[in-house]
């Protein structure tokens, strides 16, 4: 995909074509939900004429007409953006030990101040 | 789904799975259909000679040259699910050589169209009508049947034979004569 996207001109490069997640599951949604109408439909207009071959054009017409509706990101596919969270700071995204001791420290730090809060509230009832 | 091309791929999937669905309901919406037709068959102007099989064995065999009148009216065989139909005539007949002797004399496609109806009058045969020995002679019933493959858009190759059959006794005597 990446070689695809240098090959464009310049101005499509940075276009995205993201969705958010909300959306892909709406475009999915749409695509099966519109293919399968069309799948039937055009089922009962080949039996209708006798003519698979209209059975068929049917079929892929109701793909163009969905891939307009799904391939393109469209703002209403895009209405739950996803949160990305702030980049932490350079030195502890290295995965060293010190910064994991550190954690771990920390949740033990944390937990031991836990048990001593409970211990006192024992304490005090 | 994050990208165009993911998409474009996933849509794509369904859409040939779909059309794959379309298809195999054609087949099964025409597959328990009646195939069978009727024909009217006359077969006229038989003469065999006693000829040398080149092909084979160098010996004496039976050689029949016929004509024949053929209508048929296919048109009610004709549904979605069949592209042509492959028509073909076979001689049947028993002899001392083999028990069992079939003998396609003559074949036709006929295409889809609104209204198939076949009608040919004076036919000659198309292949060699070539006896395995000399027993054409005064046979009593060579049985010229009629059968057909019903040729699909989707399926299997379906054989059909026509419903009457026509029976017809040889001639007795050789012709000497070089014109058929």
């Known amino acids: 995909m990446d070689g695809m996207v240098a090959m464009l001109p310049t101005p499509l490069q940075n276009w995205s074509t993201h969705l958010d997640f909300e959306g892909q599951k709406l475009a999915e949604r749409i695509y099966k939900i519109t293919l399968t109408i069309s799948g039937v439909v055009g089922f009962f207009v080949g039996f209708w004429t006798q003519q698979l071959s209209y059975a068929l054009y049917i079929v892929m017409a109701g793909a163009l007409i969905t891939a307009l509706v799904v391939l393109p990101p469209w703002p209403f596919l895009r209405k739950n953006p996803i949160e990305w969270h702030t980049p932490a700071k350079p030195e502890s995204m290295m995965p060293s030990q010190p910064s994991d001791d550190k954690v771990v420290d920390k949740k033990a730090a944390d937990k031991k101040k836990a048990d001593k809060k409970k211990k006192e509230a024992k304490k005090s009832k | 789904m994050h990208n165009l091309l993911s998409r474009a791929n996933s849509l794509l999937a369904f859409t040939l799975w779909v059309m794959a669905a379309v298809t195999a309901a054609c087949f099964l919406s025409t597959v328990f259909l009646d195939y069978t037709v009727s024909n009217h068959l006359e077969v006229n102007d038989i003469k065999i000679r006693n000829v040398r099989d080149y092909a084979t064995d160098d010996k004496q065999a039976d050689l029949a040259t016929l004509a024949f009148n053929l209508k048929v009216d296919f048109s009610r065989l004709f549904n979605w699910n069949v592209k042509q139909l492959f028509v073909y005539l076979v001689a ?83 012709t000497t004569t070089r014109r058929s």
């Open chain 2, 92 to 174: 049947e007949y028993k002899s001392a050589e083999n028990a069992v002797n079939q003998v396609v004399i003559w074949d036709r496609i006929v295409e889809r169209a609104e209204r198939v109806v076949m009608d040919e009058i004076g036919v000659k045969t198309k292949y060699y009508f070539l006896d395995d020995g000399a027993h054409l002679l005064k046979h009593d019933n060579v049985t010229f049947v009629l059968r057909y493959n019903v040729i699909p858009n989707a399926g299997y190759l379906r054989l059909v034979q026509s419903t009457n059959q026509l029976v017809v006794p040889f001639p007795t005597t050789y």
